[in-house]
């Protein structure tokens, strides 16, 4: 305070005035002036003093009337008020006090007396005063402070995720925003009693740890994922992006909770459609092979025996044309089902491709070993299927490797568990194999074979032999079957039936089967020209050559090159061949017969062997299957099936051929139930070129 206090003197003597504006000068106080009641109440408005000294005794107001009203003014009640009495005034005190005065001074004024009071009065007022501002401050201060923190609460409160303040001392809750209390499911009392721990998957002990690396500013910089604990027992994903702020001697955690449930759900969605198989919900390839890598680093830490066992169900193709890939997706779903009731908990089902499943069984002693799981597993398949009404039963072939025996790791075993299951389809389906060493062994002899028919069809190192056909009646010859041969220089012949096989899934069918038709045309001109009465010659053809090659085409462009007609050419078809894309197969077909190609359905009695099924197709001719015809005179079940087989196809205007005719015998049992005609060693074997001249000239010379 540095400028001087102001004093009012308010009396109506001018004496007593000039003389207290004297003393006060003096002691470097500014003065004011009044002679009566009202000047003072004027001057007082004008320009507040920081004290009075009031004369009670006045004409008009008296000091008492003006202190009242000063002290009842809010404005002016905090100025400090000294009165003036004149000696023996008695009561004066007493009324002063009444209206407010704060000191009393007798007249006549002693100066050191007066100094002593307004030093006093005034100190008093400034500390007043000073309180009185540093109040008024406070109370702004808290007021803002107030509108500051309800637009904190009301900005937290519009926030979407759940904010929550935690002290980092007491490590209680301080603050959270309704968010929270919402995600939550708490009411605001019920949150405040909640220890942060109690909300989130960590432990205080943890959280203190995160809490003083976020204060020390070596927080993760990246917002924590975790779970928030509601209420209800149910716990959400959260990310948490936490901050600490210096409080006093205390610090305060901010963590902001995001929900990420949904982003959550997307990623398992996501991660589900990339590992698993949306038909069956089974593991796909990808993750069953992780599976069994872990699997396998198990087995490796605790001793275990592993088997890995896949299955291929038998004749899948056949359900989807028969019926639709609706229903063959139907068939795998049930199949899948029926496989996992098999294993035991820990087991592991998974769908490869297709109609392709694998499992993984860990080996325990006292538990169902592999073997018996995989009789369960045919067992449980062996219940007919329902497919629209119909039932229909269903077989697979499965293989199985062991672990550490036959591989010990993921791709060499599921490798192994793959030949062994070809083996078993190989023989016949419905079964299953062990996988042993000498499977590997062939399947390495047939990838080198595979090789060496990449070769042999860009060298052209292939030949035609050809087998008679002869008409039972008469015993003449009425046609040849072309049978492929493949020439390895030194080397054993390999049968047809072996290389054909891997010609098919090499992918090579279709090229040497158009080199087999163009040779066989280009043949019968050879023997056009040479005069030799025609024949018809039968070319065995494979199901890839209608479902993947142009079988009508390369048939059409050989005939017109040779210039041989139609009727000369007879295709063998077998019965799963003709079951790989029914509409396709039978419109080529149909294209075939238009141009008078006749058309052979081989191995008859095989494979389905439906009546209903060989309607749909147009064909000429049934070949009964070699093994029917071996035991024909031995065994009454294959005769009565050769019968049947005559009887069906005359029935359906077919003609009937028996292969594999070695005896007189059979050949005298075909003539009696009126086989057309038959093919075998009887006759002749199949031939090459020179030899089968031969054969011909010489049973035309006969004739
Ligand atoms: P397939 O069409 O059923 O041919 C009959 C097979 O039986 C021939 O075997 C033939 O030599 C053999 N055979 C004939 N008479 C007798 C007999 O009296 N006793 C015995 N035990 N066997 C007899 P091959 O020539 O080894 O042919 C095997 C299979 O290879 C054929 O069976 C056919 O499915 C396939 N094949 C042959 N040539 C071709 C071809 O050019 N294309 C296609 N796609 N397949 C062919
Ligand atoms: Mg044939
Ligand atoms: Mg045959």
Redesign the pocket.
């Known amino acids: 305070m540095n400028t001087p206090a102001t004093v009012l003197i308010v009396d109506d003597e001018a004496s007593v005035r000039k003389l207290l504006e004297l003393f006060l000068r003096n002691q470097g106080y500014t003065t004011l002036i009044a002679a009566c009641g009202t000047d003072a109440l004027a001057m007082v408005e004008l320009h507040a003093p920081d004290l009075i000294l009031l004369d009670i005794m006045m004409p008009g107001m008296d000091g008492y009337e003006v202190a009242r009203q000063l002290k009842a003014d809010k404005a002016t009640s905090n100025i400090p008020i000294i009165m003036l009495s004149a000696l023996g005034e008695h009561g004066a005190l007493l009324s002063g006090l009444e209206a407010g005065a704060e000191d009393f001074l007798s007249k006549p004024v002693d100066s050191a007396e007066l100094w002593l009071r307004v030093r006093n009065l005034l100190r008093l007022k400034s500390f007043g005063d000073y309180l009185k501002s540093h109040n008024l401050m406070l109370e702004e201060q808290l007021q803002q402070r107030t509108i500051d923190l309800e637009r904190f609460r009301s900005a937290m409160d519009a926030s979407g995720d759940a904010i929550f303040l935690v002290s980092r001392k007491t490590m209680q809750l301080i603050e959270f925003n309704r968010r929270a209390c919402e995600v939550l499911g708490y009411t605001a009392e019920e949150l405040l009693r909640k220890k942060p721990a109690d909300l989130v998957d960590s432990s205080t002990r943890q959280l203190e740890q995160l809490y003083d690396k976020i204060i020390a500013g070596r927080g993760p910089s990246e917002p924590t994922e975790t779970r928030l604990h509601c209420k209800s027992g149910a716990h959400i994903p959260v990310e948490i992006h936490r901050q600490a702020y210096k409080s006093a001697d205390d610090w305060i955690i901010v963590g902001i909770a995001r929900d990420i449930s949904q982003r959550k759900e997307a990623d398992q969605r996501i991660l589900k459609m990339a590992h698993y198989d949306t038909l069956t919900g089974l593991p796909n390839r990808k993750l069953f092979f992780t599976t069994l890598q872990m699997g396998l680093t198990q087995a490796v830490l605790s001793g275990w025996q592993l088997a890995v066992v896949t299955v291929d169900l038998d004749n899948f193709k056949h359900i989807n044309e028969t019926f639709s890939h609706l229903q063959g997706d139907k068939v795998l779903a049930t199949f899948a089902q029926r496989l996992s009731n098999c294993l035991n908990a820990s087991d592991t089902l998974g769908r490869m491709d297709g109609d392709e499943f694998a499992m993984i069984m860990i080996v325990r002693e006292g538990q169902p070993g592999p073997q018996q799981i995989v009789e369960r597993i045919r067992e449980a398949l062996r219940e007919p299927y329902e497919l629209n009404g119909q039932y229909t039963s269903m077989a697979a072939s499965m293989g199985i490797a062991l672990y550490p025996g036959d591989g010990e790791e993921a791709v060499s075993l599921i490798k192994h568990a793959n030949t062994a299951m070809n083996r078993a389809k190989k023989l016949g389906g419905d079964t299953y194999r062990f996988y042993t060493a000498e499977m590997n062994v062939e399947a390495l002899a047939r990838q080198d074979m595979e090789v060496a028919l990449r070769d042999a069809v860009k060298q052209q190192a292939f030949s ?2 050809y ?1 008679p056909k002869m008409s039972v009646a008469d015993d003449s010859i009425c046609g040849l ?5 493949w020439q390895r220089p030194g080397l054993p012949d390999v ?3 072996v290389f ?1 096989p891997i ?2 899934s090499a992918g090579l ?1 279709s090229e ?2 158009r080199w ?1 038709i163009g040779d066989v045309c280009r043949q019968m001109a050879v023997w056009r020209l040479a005069g030799y009465a025609p024949l018809q010659v039968a ?4 199901g890839d ?1 209608i479902t993947k090659g142009h079988l009508v085409a390369d048939i059409e462009q050989a005939l017109s090159e040779h210039q041989i007609d139609a009727k000369w050419l007879e295709i ?1 078809l ?1 019965e799963s061949s003709l079951m790989e894309n029914t509409a396709h197969t039978i419109a080529r077909l149909q294209a075939l017969q238009q141009l008078g190609v006749k058309i052979s359905i ?2 008859f009695g095989t494979g389905y062997s439906s009546l209903a099924y060989l309607r749909r197709f147009p064909i000429d001719k049934l ?1 009964i ?2 093994a029917f ?2 035991e024909v005179t031995s065994n009454p079940q294959d005769a009565a099936i050769a019968r049947t087989i005559i009887e069906l196809a005359h029935s359906l205007n077919l003609t009937v051929i028996a ?4 005896t007189p015998e059979q050949l005298a049992f075909l003539a009696v139930n009126g086989c057309d005609q038959a ?4 006759f002749s ?2 031939l090459p070129l020179e030899a089968l001249e031969v054969f011909l000239r010489d049973r035309q010379r006969l004739s």
Do not use: C, H, M, W
């Open positions: 035609v032999f087998q079957e072309a049978l492929l041969r049968s047809p039936a054909v010609l098919e069918i040497v089967g087999v070319v065995n053809v494979s050559q063998e077998t081989d191995d070949k299957d070699i015809i071996r292969e594999g005719v070695e093919q075998g060693y009887l074997k199949p």
